[in-house]
């Protein structure tokens, strides 16, 4: 099992920028996908970015093409995601997840732990 913790949420204008970052503990961080999930009030939890245990496998959602970026850094097992240029749609609350598998793609099915999740909000 591994425990995940998500910060670096907040409020921030149109256009702004925010790093959320999602520490790991417990089975070893560099096995495993991560991805960030995001679910907004009334809507069904979607899938943003993942990305593969060495990094070196990314997949994102159109909505956020260009504009979000996932990262990893194995050594302090910690997973990123730089989210420039945001906008009122992007509010959520964002969730990272540990997939049971090398790279765990675009559907939560294949994640087995998550965290509590950040408040992301985006003011016009």
């Known amino acids: 099992q591994v425990q995940l913790v998500e910060s670096g949420g907040g409020l921030v204008q149109a256009g702004g920028s925010l790093r959320l970052s999602c520490a790991a503990s417990?089975?070893?961080?560099?096995?495993?996908?991560m991805g960030w999930f995001r679910q907004a009030p009334g809507k069904e939890r979607e899938f943003v970015e993942a990305?593969?245990?060495?990094?070196?496998?990314?997949s994102y959602a159109d909505s956020v093409k260009g504009r979000f970026t996932i990262s990893r850094d194995n050594a302090k097992n910690t997973v990123y995601l730089q989210m420039n240029s945001l906008k009122p749609e992007d509010t959520a609350v964002y969730f990272c997840?540990?997939?049971?598998?090398?790279?765990?793609?675009?559907?939560?099915?294949?994640?087995?732990?998550w965290g509590r999740g950040t408040q992301v909000t985006v003011s016009s």
């Open positions: 417990g089975r070893s961080f560099s096995n495993y996908g």
């Open positions: 990305i593969s245990w060495s990094g070196g496998t990314t």
């Open positions: 997840a540990a997939a049971g598998r090398p790279f765990g793609g675009t559907t939560t099915d294949v994640y087995v732990d």
